[in-house]
Nanobody
Framework: QLQLVESGGNLVQPGGSLRLSCAAS???????VAWFRQAPGKEREAVSC????????NYEDSVKGRFTISIDNAKKTVYLQMNSLRPTDSAIYYC????????????????????WGQGTQVTVSS
């Protein structure tokens, strides 16, 4: 059974950087691993996704050029490097995984992912 644990959330000033980590309990084979975020009063939205074997990536428009998703298969960990952070990036960030590449190709919504972490809080404020 796959378990996911996020870490790295923190309070950061606008323009700052954070790196989130998503550690898995098993080695990823052919999985799509995504980062979602949910701000108070808003729906959970997909931010970025990576396919674990060929490392193809996808990003939501507002984070393109600022966020980078990557994977270390040896460490069974997916990272989200977040630069040039804005107050609008403030949210709980969740890691999710699904053994279908297609969900990553089209940056699918939360209903298509079966495995979730508990979330980590990111607050961007001066």
């Amino acid at each position: 059974q796959l378990q996911l644990v996020e870490s790295g959330g923190n309070l950061v000033q606008p323009g700052g950087s954070l790196r989130l980590s998503c550690a898995a309990s098993i080695t990823f084979e052919y999985w799509a691993v995504a980062w979602f975020r949910q701000a108070p009063g808003k729906e959970r939205e997909a931010v970025s996704c990576i396919t674990t074997s060929d490392r193809k990536t996808n990003y939501e428009d507002s984070v393109k050029g600022r966020f980078t998703i990557s994977i270390d298969n040896a460490k069974k960990t997916v990272y989200l490097q977040m630069n040039s952070l804005r107050p609008t990036d403030s949210a709980i960030y969740y890691c999710a995984a699904e053994p279908r590449y297609s969900v990553c190709t089209r940056l699918a919504g939360e209903k298509e992912y079966d495995y979730w972490g508990q979330g980590t809080q990111v607050t961007v404020s001066s």
